[in-house]
């Protein structure tokens, strides 16, 4: 398994943005899919991003297309979520997740690892 920590969050004005990081320890991180999902209390976890292991392939959710970036540099173990425009319904505790040696995926329960999560407050 991979471990992740989430860095970056905070609290920004509605249209401004954030970049969020997700450092990972282990060997196996430049095999994985990794993605970013949101969660808000009394809902269920919600799919926003995905990148392939290489950094080729990249899947949004509606919600955030044109808005949002992901990337990563495998060299430094981290995948990146630039957040731009952001939005009030954007807040959300943010988690980064990883599928070993699998595809991207918008699903939770594909993913394997996932980090503790980081705030992100969205005021109008």
């Known amino acids: 398994q991979v471990q992740l920590v989430e860095s970056g969050g905070g609290l920004v004005q509605a249209g401004g943005s954030l970049r969020l990081s997700c450092a990972a320890s282990?060997?196996?991180?430049?095999?994985?899919?990794m993605g970013w999902f949101r969660q808000t209390p009394g809902k269920e976890r919600e799919f926003v991003s995905a990148i392939s292991w290489s950094g080729g392939s990249t899947y949004y959710a509606d919600s955030v297309k044109g808005r949002f970036t992901i990337s990563r540099d495998n060299a430094k173990n981290t995948v990146y979520l630039q957040m731009n425009s952001l939005k009030p319904e954007d807040t959300a505790v943010y988690y980064c997740?990883?599928?070993?040696?699998?595809?991207?995926?918008?699903?939770?329960?594909?993913?394997?690892?996932w980090g503790q999560g980081t705030q992100v407050t969205v005021s109008s």
């Open positions: 282990g060997r196996t991180f430049s095999s994985s899919a």
């Open positions: 997740a990883g599928r070993i040696y699998s595809g991207i995926n918008s699903t939770p329960s594909a993913y394997n690892s």
